[in-house]
């Protein structure tokens, strides 16, 4: 945030951008806002010239032995956009008290809205937000959803709402909320807004970039104050919310000292810094320009996730003179040529199902994986990825001679690109599991291997998923290795489901919190579904590990084996009574909806497992299982057609004996015919590791 009096130095002139539909400042009147009618509205207030919802107050707060308030939620409506160029939408807000803002888009034809940014900081002014919009051929609006907490006081409220052509990395300082860039905050060194004919006090930069003028506005920085060695001063840009690639320019310049460092760094969530440029490295002229002229230059940025661009400039003394930055812009094209496009990471991700994809054997130590599969059973467990498809298996048995190696190698991927890697294990039979198997990166340039992971515990048979963050300074293969000893020490190791991602695995791990729409994994909860308590006798519960009946239930959850899961424990029911799991309301859609679970039913007196759905009042069978059906999750795929808003209902029913426990994870609804289903085990591999 900018501090009041940095903002206040940019003078409110009329923007010079195109402000597209959508955009609206409330001062008397809601731009074809809408509030929803099924929930809280939200309130045009005269006097303040913004929109908000007001949580409770403190009269209702105070009352004793009332019922506790009900959740309020506030959700504005934009009239529909057609913005077919790529935009940026800018909001002004405050979250007072507690609360949370969520901004989505909504898509006529979809059942769920796509989120685009959320916050629950709470803050005593005024914020600004930015997200991309992406270019779209269908029209849409934008979804607002506000949450006041539930302490007195607590709101949550829109000053402006501003949509502009362009990235929102782009800026040019003329405008009074800048961009929504940001100064990191420093006791002696700060950006400043710079230009609009102010005088600078101790600075003689004649004009701004953008206009040649001197009422044009730039950002600059100056170590006049500095008082210690090193001190920096960072400007910011907004997070980006969407996948960027491209080339991202800027205007600088430098006064006569130079006694300064100015570098262009990304920084992700997690904090982590990547440099990009640094003025006066090899190759650049910059040194040689005139002083006072602004120096352009363009780099290559490849943003996969979320990152902000850092503006950095440190100081060692009151001398080390002043940086100025005008007018940076973003295109979708990369500056040159000569850059390789951003890897295509589908290359590396396997699941074994049609054959060992980009993946490659290494036999020359004289052992090999096998790619098995295993039909739906009740002693052994089957692949990750559906329950009855194929997976790979090492040392399944011992061959003539002990002390052999088995490695599988993937493609080679760029260097200088920090990757997450997925992938679901199965141990065996090992004692020392530390040999049973191991990750490697194959070093291309000096031939030379690193241990990137290795396996610190037994997996007790179950699908185990493990994550592993690396960075390549050069381009590498990622090398499952799998160490079989000695006749005492050897077991069967199964792979399977192997996935690389851009960024930390710690980025990709928080996501669960907050699952995408249509998505439940039941780590962080229900996700929005809910228990029907008017049609049902017992509850599902959430649970983690293996259930407290004997020879019922799984053993893990399906998503990580180490996660939770959602169950019908049957020991306190009756046969034939029910518990049924509620989606939240759906809209309609004109073309097919896809639902994708998986389920297990494993018992000898498992029930039935259904999924309905409700409309009108009404169940409509979609699809069920009877009896016990495997000891592994199996994956279910169930298409239908809505044009009007319905739930999903999961409905498991208890068997004839307490062995009926019935669970479900990994739930996924999303637009589209599914899938065509290939996982049926083929012949010749069948239960081929028994």
């Not at 009096?5 to 959508?22: D, M, N, R």
């Not at 807004?193 to 101790?202: D, F, N, P, R, S």
């Not at 791990?509 to 017992?538: I, M, N, R, V």
Request: glycine share 10%; proline share 5%.
């Amino acid at each position: 945030m900018f501090p009041f009096y940095l903002l206040t130095l940019a003078a409110t002139i009329q923007a010079h951008k195109q402000l597209l539909p959508g955009s609206c400042n409330f001062e008397s009147n809601t731009c074809g806002y809408t509030s929803d009618a099924d929930f809280t509205s939200w309130t045009l207030h005269d006097d303040g010239r913004f929109v908000a919802v007001d949580g409770a107050t403190s009269d209702q707060e105070a009352g004793s032995g009332a019922e506790p308030q009900r959740e309020t939620t506030g959700v504005l409506q934009s009239p529909v956009l057609e913005h077919t160029e790529w935009s940026c939408m800018r909001l002004v807000y405050q979250i007072t008290g507690s609360g949370s803002l969520e901004v989505l888009k909504r898509t006529n034809g979809e059942s769920f809205d796509k989120p685009l940014w959320s916050s629950q900081e709470p803050s005593d002014s005024w914020v600004i937000s930015s997200m991309d919009l992406q270019n779209s051929t269908e029209p849409y609006r934008v979804v607002i959803e506000g949450k006041p907490g539930p302490t007195a006081g607590s709101s949550v409220a829109i000053f402006e709402i501003h949509i502009s052509p362009g990235y929102c990395l782009e800026c040019d300082f003329e405008e009074s909320h800048l961009c929504g860039y940001s100064n990191q905050w420093n006791a002696n060194v700060n950006w400043y807004v710079g230009g609009g004919g102010v005088q600078l006090l101790l600075n003689n930069i004649p004009n701004d970039h953008t206009y040649n003028n001197k009422t044009g506005h730039f950002m600059y920085v100056d170590s006049v104050y500095a008082e210690t060695f090193k001190e920096v001063a960072k400007l910011v840009t907004p997070m980006t919310t969407v996948p960027m690639s491209g080339c991202l320019s800027f205007q600088y310049q430098r006064s006569e000292e130079r006694g300064n460092l100015f570098s262009v760094f990304t920084r992700d969530r997690l904090g982590q810094y990547q440099e990009l440029w640094r003025a006066g490295q090899d190759n650049q002229d910059d040194w040689g320009e005139t002083v006072g002229e602004w120096i352009p230059v363009q780099l290559d940025l490849k943003a996969p996730y979320s990152v902000q661009v850092v503006f950095e400039v440190a100081f060692n003394s009151q001398r080390g003179g002043r940086v100025a930055l005008d007018d940076i812009s973003f295109s979708p094209d990369f500056c040159s040529t000569d850059t390789e496009p951003t890897f295509d990471l589908s290359i590396a991700n396997c699941d074994f199902e049609s054959g060992f994809c980009r993946y490659i054997q290494d036999e020359i130590l004289g052992s090999s994986w096998r790619r098995v599969s295993v039909k739906p059973n009740i002693f052994r467990n089957g692949d990750h990825t559906t329950g009855a498809g194929s997976f790979l298996l090492a040392h399944s048995r011992l061959g003539p001679r002990s002390g052999y190696v088995s490695r599988l190698v993937g493609p080679t991927l760029p260097a200088n690109m920090k990757y997450c890697l997925r992938f679901y294990f199965s141990l065996r039979g090992f004692n020392q599991t530390d040999q049973a198997l191991a990750v490697y990166l194959l070093l291309q340039q000096s031939d030379s291997k690193e241990k990137i992971w290795t396996q610190g515990e037994k997996s007790r048979g179950i699908w185990i998923a493990a994550d592993v963050t690396f960075q390549t300074s050069q381009p590498a293969k990622v090398v499952f290795v799998s160490t079989c000893r000695s006749f005492w020490d050897c077991g069967s190791v199964a792979l399977d489901d192997i996935s690389l991602s851009f960024g930390d695995c710690e980025l990709t791990a928080g996501s669960s919190s907050s699952p995408l729409p249509g998505h439940c994994d039941f780590e962080a909860g229900l996700c929005g579904y809910t228990q029907d308590k008017l049609s049902d006798a017992g509850d599902w519960e959430w649970r983690r590990g293996n259930t407290p009946t004997s020879y019922t239930g799984p053993r893990a959850d399906h998503t990580t084996g180490l996660g939770y899961y959602l169950y019908m424990e049957a020991s306190p029911m009756l046969p034939g009574q029910n518990a049924r799991l509620l989606s939240r309301p759906l809209r309609g859609t004109r073309g097919p909806q896809c639902l994708r679970f998986f389920y297990h039913m494993y018992g000898s007196g498992t029930g039935q497992l259904r999924v309905h759905i409700h409309k009108d009042g009404e169940d409509g069978l979609l699809w069920q299982r009877s009896g016990e059906q495997s000891i592994a999750w199996l994956r279910a795929q169930v298409e239908y057609q809505c044009d009007s808003q319905h739930q999903i209902v999961l409905e498991a029913i208890r068997g004839s004996s307490v062995r009926s426990d019935i669970a479900i994870d990994d739930i996924i609804l999303e637009g589209g015919p599914c899938p065509e289903m290939e996982i049926m085990a083929s012949v010749g591999t069948s239960n081929e590791i028994e």
